[in-house]
């Protein structure tokens, strides 16, 4: 596409789109609901000769993801595709991705695990991957989600860094969504990507290397540690590479999006697409007068602790919203990760967590309210009195 | 055909300082494919006892490319190599031949393995995958897979008062991979240096993928004598346990017969882990494995192409 | 014993940039008995050769010119598969 244009697209459709302008060397990717559009549309780019890239047709997500380390390590762009189980087929793999230190990129539209199998949206198959040493990013639309893609493989390849990106995306809401979107040109896309330059490459037969030894106590904390300042590193990456994307696009991107923040008093921290809606719920309140505000995390790996103490510190109370369940009985992910956050702080609101949303259940303007009058009984209170609770269960 | 003499002119691309076993098969069947491919390879390999022992970090056995990922995923990690390899090379970015194969144990090809070979079979990568089978989970100590032959102890398939070792035949892999419709498949054993080598050399040819089932006798598996490791191959090819043929574009050829096919206990008496057959009580057992063998065997000739 | 390097001291990823760096490790005293190579009676088939699991037989020109003791692990295939027997290779217990 020679210029940029506006564009009516789903987040998957979006997600192919930057795919196709990323050019990648290799792809390898399996379908699964609900992220086959990407797998189709790429496939039709492929057909159609708009890409340079070696489309592997692997028989499982494990493969896919074997299959694009192995691409990756031989010095191409590799990418992949996924969802939900296809996630969690890759979960080995993904170790080895980060521990090898391959600049995968991956899409990732967020479903639920099973079982019982479901296709609808939630965050267990990303959060479940939470340690698994990739970035992760989050999308709230398909704007969001197009513009991460470029952005992370900057980030990926970052020789600081080296490190796979997930972009994540949610599955239904905002994958099959049509939306209104700003592409950037092709040519724009590969000047702002670059040239690819690997850190290694096993196709250099010249200069053998040996890629996935045995490394034994002696060494493999070490690498171990690399991997923990590479994450640090990404940390100021993320943020050089948010502020050249704004440059470009007039969108800046860093670790979070606060809304009507300033002066809120009780707040919402919610990923992805329910940030739409609480959105519309902050300015409906703030007609009425009520200093609410939202905090949408886009990064949690690297995890923004000081920009979340800092986005928070002045809320008198807050609720993290997780579309994930972790069966600790103290909370979500995003729950026990903000609240250690505040360990340390001189100045800790109040904080509640509530569970939302699993197995694709709807979230609308009702139940934002309700965590928002929650909030303002704990303010009055002055203290929480559910510190887990469910979001619209049948109890 | 190749002389000793011209292939001990070639490079080694696995080199001493391995820390492999005394006596293991699977670094002679490595030495011997690996002479085949006439051009720079790139070397894939499952986990297993290959690949942790010649690449204890930060050591490396190997003088070509190398990348191990996991114990499944050495055909679909190669995959993305020679997928790499073909999308660089048509951008002009890569101007050299370069030959790709895969190293995986029994464990790692028949069992767990198996899937991620079929995809990449079936896909067509131009690879060559050869499995070195030494009957059983060898690395993580002898613990049964489904090459392990029907009465072999192992771990896993211990002998008891109930149990006389492994329960049910092998799988036939050779067949299952031939299966796939691929340009070429074979059973190989390193005894047999020069049919190894010439089925190599077309392995590497091959306009697609290829597959290499090489017997790799385990000292410590199949308990016996470090120096029995060559003789064995050679027992297990003249009792028949181990047809050397090959599957050409799907027409089958046995490339070696015995002048005398010896019978079965020939092989299966020179292992520990088939002592408990030969004691009394088990005749029937015994019987059975040898009609197996012939069966399989008469089986394997009459589809054979003279 | 080499000394242990830093993580900024190792290459990323775990990798080995240096191909074939395992000839700096002696497996050779792993051995309990060794193969003596006798050049007289040795004819140069280079069956030992072949079968040896360890690249230990060292070949020039085609022909063999000894043993590499640093790697041979003396499993001793070569001594056994020698057609010359005892005339051009014997095994014979470490010291």
Known sequence: MGSRQHVAMTGNEAVAHAMRQINPDVVAAYPITPQTDIVQFFSQFVADGMVKTEFVTVESEHSAMSATIGAAASGARAMTATSSQGLALMWEMLHIASGYRLPIVMPVVNRTLSGPINIHCDHSDTMGALTTGWIQLYSESAQEAYDNMIQAVRIAEHPDVRLPVMVCQDGFITSHGIESLEVLSDDEVAQFIGEYKPAYSVLDVDNPVTVGPLVLPDYLFEMKFQQAKAMEASRRVILEVGKEYARLTGREYGFLESYKLEDAERVIVVLSSTAGTTRAVVDELRRKGEKVGLLKPRVIRPFPASELRDALSHARAVAILDRAETFSTQGGPLFCEIRAAFYDAPKRPLMRNYIFGLGGRDVGTSQIESVFADLAEDVARGSVKTPVSYLDVRE | ?306 | MTKLKSAKDIPIGGIIPEPGNSRAYRTGEWRSQRPVWIPEGCVHCLMCWVYCPDNAIEVEDGKVKGIDYNHCKGCGICVRECPRKEKALRLEREA
């Open chain 2, 1 to 306: 055909m190749a002389t000793l003499r011209e292939l001990s002119r070639m490079p080694e691309v696995l080199v001493p300082g391995h820390r492999m076993c005394a006596g293991c098969g699977a670094p002679i069947v490595v030495r011997q494919v690996l002479r085949a491919a006439h051009a720079p390879v790139v070397v894939a390999n499952a986990t297993g006892c290959l690949e942790v022992s010649t690449t204890i970090y930060p050591f490396t056995s190997w003088q070509s490319p190398w990348i191990h990922t996991a114990f499944e995923s050495a055909a679909a990690s190669l995959s993305g190599v020679e997928a790499a390899y073909r999308s660089l090379k048509r951008q002009g970015k890569i101007s050299q031949d370069i030959k790709f194969v895969a190293f995986g144990g029994d464990g790692g090809t028949y069992d767990i393995g198996l899937q991620s070979l079929s995809g990449a079979l079936e896909r067509g990568h131009k690879m060559v995958y050869v499995c070195y089978d030494n009957g059983a989970y060898m690395n993580t100590g002898i613990q049964r897979s489904s090459a392990t032959p029907k009465g072999a102890e192992t771990t896993t398939s211990p002998v008891g008062k109930v149990q006389p070792g492994k329960r049910g035949s092998r799988k036939d892999l050779t067949k299952i991979v031939a299966a796939h419709n691929i340009p070429y498949a074979a059973q190989v054993s390193p005894a047999h240096w020069n049919d190894l080598y010439a089925k190599a050399e077309k392995a590497f040819a091959a306009d697609g993928p290829a597959f290499l089932n090489a017997i790799a006798p385990c000292p410590r598996g199949w308990r016996y004598d470090s120096s029995d490791t060559i003789e064995l191959c050679r027992l297990a090819v003249d009792t028949c346990f181990w047809p050397l043929y090959e599957v050409e574009n799907g027409k089958i050829r046995v490339t070696y017969k015995p002048k005398e096919k010896k019978p079965l206990v020939e092989f299966l008496k020179r292992q520990g882990r088939f002592n408990h057959l030969l004691r009394p009580g088990n005749e029937g057992l015994l019987e059975e494995l040898q009609q197996e063998v012939d069966r399989q065997w008469e089986d394997l000739l009459a589809q054979s192409e003279s």
